[in-house]
């Protein structure tokens, strides 16, 4: 019959090593969990860094388009068939960004961002049909709109597409209402000034 004391060294020490091969595993599935859920919110943090830049270059470029219409529209330019080329560029670009977006974004933004770029095209083309130039020899001596095409449709859709897009990027208001950065608001019985 074995040695009662040599019995609990063998118990103890075999208690022991379970017990710490235990703290181990318990450990390692710890950080195995930890590390898992961290590349998920890097994932996310990363779809949002990407939405959030598609979603700025199709406001850029639609808000390019429709400044370069405007100054078209004011009146005769010697550069015109320039001008011509650089509103047909923003509208392309509008087109691109947005599908950028489409193929990102959820729903509401996608199609938010597909119906700006309609928009946009339409905007462009109205205003390409609307100039007339005149060449003398193949050389454009300049052009001129005969009327300024009505923007308000394209001012509509970029609204309505940064609004989608606040709203999932930023977890914005969710109201039509955009809020004023300079705001007052109370909390906690004293007043603070907002920043956007």
Same mark, same amino acid.
Do not use: Y
């Given at each position: 019959?074995?040695?009662?004391?040599?019995?609990?060294t063998?118990i103890?020490?075999?208690?022991?090593?379970?017990?710490?091969?235990?703290?181990?595993a318990?450990?390692?599935?710890?950080?195995?969990?930890?590390?898992?859920?961290?590349?998920?919110?890097?994932?996310? *943090?990363? +779809?949002?860094?990407?939405? @959030?830049r598609?979603c700025?270059?199709?406001?850029e470029? !639609? &808000? =390019?388009?429709?400044? /370069?219409?405007?100054?078209?529209?004011?009146?005769?330019?010697?550069?015109? *068939?320039? +001008?011509l080329?650089?509103? @047909?560029?923003?509208?392309?670009?509008?087109?691109?960004? !947005? &599908? =950028?977006?489409?193929? /990102?974004?959820?729903?509401?933004?996608?199609?938010?961002?597909?119906?700006?770029?309609?928009?946009?095209?339409?905007?462009?083309a109205?205003?390409?049909?609307?100039?007339?130039l !005149?060449? =003398?020899?193949?050389i454009?001596?300049?052009?001129?709109m005969r009327?300024?095409?009505?923007?308000?449709d394209?001012?509509?859709?970029?609204?309505?597409?940064?609004?989608a897009?606040?709203?999932?990027?930023?977890?914005?208001?969710?109201t039509?209402?955009?809020?004023?950065?300079?705001?007052?608001?109370?909390r906690?019985?004293?007043?603070?000034?907002?920043?956007?």
């Amino acid at each position: 019959m074995p040695d009662p004391s040599v019995v609990t060294t063998v118990i103890s020490t075999v208690g022991t090593l379970l017990g710490a091969l235990g703290g181990v595993a318990l450990t390692q599935g710890t950080s195995a969990r930890r590390e898992r859920r961290q590349a998920e919110r890097d994932r996310r *943090d990363r +779809r949002c860094d990407e939405l @959030q830049r598609a979603c700025a270059n199709l406001s850029e470029s !639609a &808000a =390019q388009l429709k400044m /370069t219409i405007e100054i078209a529209a004011q009146r005769h330019w010697r550069d015109m *068939d320039v +001008r011509l080329g650089a509103v @047909q560029e923003h509208a392309t670009a509008t087109g691109l960004h !947005a &599908a =950028q977006v489409s193929l /990102t974004a959820p729903e509401e933004v996608a199609s938010a961002a597909l119906a700006l770029a309609e928009s946009a095209g339409r905007s462009a083309a109205t205003a390409v049909k609307s100039i007339d130039l !005149a060449f =003398q020899d193949d050389i454009c001596l300049g052009g001129q709109m005969r009327s300024a095409p009505d923007l308000r449709d394209l001012d509509a859709r970029l609204a309505a597409f940064q609004l989608a897009a606040r709203r999932e990027v930023t977890g914005g208001p969710e109201t039509g209402n955009t809020p004023d950065p300079g705001a007052e608001r109370r909390r906690g019985g004293e007043v603070t000034r907002r920043v956007e």
